[in-house]
């Protein structure tokens, strides 16, 4: 594997009962390296992106983070990582009973093996970041409290580092007059521009981006927008779940059209936009440009 190489995805498939929505994706995303992925609702844009960061589990293939393996569906590695979690959380004899069931399926995996894999997917699930269409704010926290929530608890900062560091993140997204109120009254544009900052704030290595602007009235989508070709500016790595074409003609190193579940065509911006040679790609550009 190239040493730039953040994550790897090899022939991932994720069905939901018997609708396949992912079939057979392979995709590497390198460090600093930002990639659109465009096509039309249904093709498999965020089912995509949600399984890179594990939110759906994936019924085959293999993810890889900086050279190690972080989900293998053949080995289960994920069940018994949430398993034991879940034990150390909240210790039981049922949840016990339940680990040492999967742990026999699985005769490959010592339980010395298994706490590894188990902190190596913590450590994942802490350097890919993810902003979502509907914001996910904590609505009962105010401002600040969001962002420093999750490296306070998980241990990557003092309260008072990480206050500090939001100040900053909020200053940068120009919403720092806001730290100390609720979230109650922010747009929909600065709401989307929290949660930027709050994934930003446990410094992941990779931000996944499905679809920000597609919940934001027209007037939200240009300083949303901002805050992303900004942030790509800085050399953060990042893959965008997009609909604005301009936008991804202009911030990406890479354009990926995906269709059927699949990625048909991959290229630069110049290449996929003015050049396209997949018929599905030329019929959808057509459509929305």
Do not use: C, W
Not at 35 to 55: E, W
Not at 108 to 122: D, P, Q, V
Not at 181 to 191: A, C, E, H, P, V
Request: aromatic share 6%; proline share 3%.
């Amino acid at each position: 594997m190239e040493n730039n190489v953040l994550i790897e995805v090899k022939n991932l498939y994720k069905n939901f009962k018997n609708l396949q929505v992912l079939k057979g994706i392979d995709l590497d995303i390198h460090k600093g390296e930002v990639i659109s992925i465009i096509g039309s609702s249904g093709s498999g844009k965020s089912t995509l992106l949600r399984s890179i960061n594990l939110l759906e589990i994936p019924q085959n293939g293999t993810i890889t983070f900086k050279g190690n393996l972080v989900f293998d569906i053949e080995t289960n590695y994920l069940e018994i990582a949430d398993l034991i979690q879940q034990i150390k959380e909240n210790p039981s004899k049922e949840l016990e009973h339940k680990l040492k069931k999967e742990m026999k399926k699985e005769e490959k995996i010592t339980l010395k093996k298994s706490f590894a894999l188990e902190k190596t997917i913590n450590e994942y699930r802490t350097n890919v970041g993810m902003v979502f269409q509907h914001f996910n704010i904590f609505k009962n926290l105010n401002v600040i409290d969001n962002i420093t929530l999750a490296p306070v608890l998980l241990g990557k900062m003092s309260q008072e580092e990480a206050e500090k560091q939001a100040l900053n993140l909020l200053k940068r997204v120009n919403l720092e007059e806001k730290a100390y109120l609720s979230t109650k009254g922010l747009s929909g544009g600065q709401l989307q521009r929290l949660a930027i900052v709050r994934a930003l704030a446990m410094n992941p290595a990779v931000m996944l981006f499905d679809e920000p602007t597609s919940a934001l009235d027209p007037e939200m989508v240009k300083e949303v927008l901002k805050v992303i070709k900004e942030l790509a500016d800085t050399g953060m790595t990042m893959v965008i779940v997009t609909h604005e074409m301009g936008f991804a003609r202009e911030v990406s190193d890479r354009v990926i059209f995906m269709d059927d579940g699949k990625i048909q065509e991959e290229g630069t911006p110049d290449a996929i936009f003015n050049h396209p040679k997949n018929q599905r790609l030329q019929e959808f550009l057509q459509a929305v440009l």
